[in-house]
């Protein structure tokens, strides 16, 4: 059971821990993007293909490695001040409903505000006509950011190709993104798919389970941001909270905000590393025994 259960207690552990916010969300919140090297990576790729009219850019890792929040940095920066005229940006975060191809072109038309027509093919046009208009009259690049893109059937990621055809001889009208798991990596493996996948510009990239300095750095930018200007954990906290999660950065999160409970209950002002043992084992059974016995 929760150690806090009511909305008045959490604000009671946030100020006992001088936190403005609360730290470790399970929300994809941008401005907890830490730039680890592969995170950096992953944004600059998607970035440079974007300003470079590139087509199709694609972001792989397992689930909690911060796919979702790359595309929501991503959305942020398109639809700053100075971009909005040059952009004009979406971000699908449920493509699982897009059990067709007729519906997925549906679904994105919803998005972008066009009449729905009664054939799946007028509805490809009907895009067709509008991002060839924004492009060519309004100087307007669509950009189309897919998460969960693993939940994509084969019929429809081989349609996904058909938005990279709509193009000028010299640039491409429709950017897309695609982020998804090993599982979507996998299956963009299928030869049927390799007229997609050859379109990844620079090949895709790979969110890899983070070492132990790049997830305390993680740890200890997300404090920082939530209004914490001193250390919060003991350092013997992090191999814990990192041998735990096996470098997975939702495991991690998650294990931290039932550490912040652990330590409030006994009131830490410093988190110590018996408490991260404790959190770790109630986050992921098992997880914790392993990591004292690491630890000792």
């Known amino acids: 059971m929760s150690l806090v259960q009511t909305a008045q207690e959490f604000e009671e552990m946030l100020a006992f821990y001088d936190l403005v916010e609360a730290p470790f969300s399970l929300s994809p919140d941008p401005r907890f993007l830490f730039h680890t090297s592969a995170h950096l990576s992953a944004f600059s790729r998607c970035r440079q293909n974007l300003v470079q009219l590139q087509g199709l850019s694609v972001v792989v890792g397992d689930a909690g490695s911060g796919k979702s929040t790359i595309a929501r940095r991503l959305l942020e920066e398109l639809q700053v001040q100075q971009l909005a005229s040059t952009y004009e940006a979406v971000l699908v975060k449920n493509s699982s409903t897009w059990t067709t191809p007729t519906k997925m072109i549906r679904a994105l038309c919803e998005e972008f505000g066009l009449a729905l027509r009664r054939s799946e093919e007028a509805q490809w046009t009907e895009l067709e006509n509008y991002v060839s208009r924004r492009a060519v009259d ?7 950011l897919i998460d969960e893109g693993q939940s994509l059937p084969r019929k429809v990621l081989a349609r996904l190709r058909e938005l990279l055809n709509f193009e000028a001889n010299h640039r491409k009208f429709v950017q897309v993104v695609l982020f998804g798991t090993l599982d979507m990596w996998e299956t963009l493996q299928d030869p049927a798919l390799r007229p997609l996948r050859t379109r990844i510009a620079g090949g895709p990239a790979f969110l890899k389970p983070l070492g132990q300095e790049d997830l305390t750095a993680c740890i200890e930018f997300r404090l920082n941001v939530a209004g914490r200007r001193t250390p919060l954990f003991e350092r013997d906290c992090f191999p814990v909270i990192h041998s735990a999660s096996e470098g997975n950065l939702r495991t991690a999160i998650d294990i931290c905000r039932a550490c912040l409970e652990t330590g409030y209950k006994d009131r830490e002002k ?21 990591a004292e016995a690491q630890h000792a």
């Open 270 to 290: 410093l988190i110590t590393a018996v408490s991260a043992e404790i959190a770790a084992e109630d986050t992921v059974p098992g997880a914790g025994t392993a």
């Open 138 to 144: 309004d100087g307007v690049n669509i950009v189309i």
